[in-house]
């Protein structure tokens, strides 16, 4: 179902390689910079929108949700482009978003072979995650739980 958004996580990471573990908060805000947008961040709004070449931050509570929410940012920006004005309005953009910012923060094929091995506390303790989101990263890959 999110073959397409995988493979654009995929040629993301390869485009822009993390060599650490959980994926940099700055790492992020490189690869959206180099994208052509410009962040900024705003204390009187909820959540991230993204106007023309600017995306706008809240204030996070903790380092997951900011680098959950960078994420699903980058994903509107590398799966939806720089034309769509007002991306956070269509439900189906917002799984796909989702589900880039669950495959690029906990890479395919790394997270498949910790997942048999650790449980979703440690995992979201490797990968920055909040705990609800290793969850449904785990259901993006079921099939290999089965093997
Ligand atoms: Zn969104």
Redesign the pocket.
């Known amino acids: 179902m999110y073959k397409m958004t995988q493979k654009h996580a995929i040629r993301t990471l390869n485009k822009y390689p993390i060599l650490t573990l959980p994926v940099p908060i700055y790492s992020i805000e490189e690869i959206i910079a180099d994208s052509g947008f410009s962040l900024s961040c705003c204390e009187g709004i909820n959540k ?1 929108c993204i106007f023309r070449c600017e995306l706008i931050l809240p204030k996070f509570k903790t380092a997951s949700d900011c680098r959950y929410a960078l994420a ?2 980058l994903g ?1 920006i590398i799966i939806h482009g720089r034309d769509k004005t007002c ?2 309005t269509i439900g189906k ?2 799984a796909a ?1 989702d589900a880039f910012a669950l495959y690029f923060t906990m890479p395919p094929y790394l997270f498949e072979k910790d997942i048999k091995c650790l449980n979703e506390w440690d995992l979201a303790e490797k990968y920055g995650m909040p705990v609800e989101q290793v969850l449904n990263r785990a259901k993006l890959c079921d099939h290999y739980q089965y093997q």
């Open positions: 991230p699903h940012e509107h991306v956070e953009h917002e978003a």
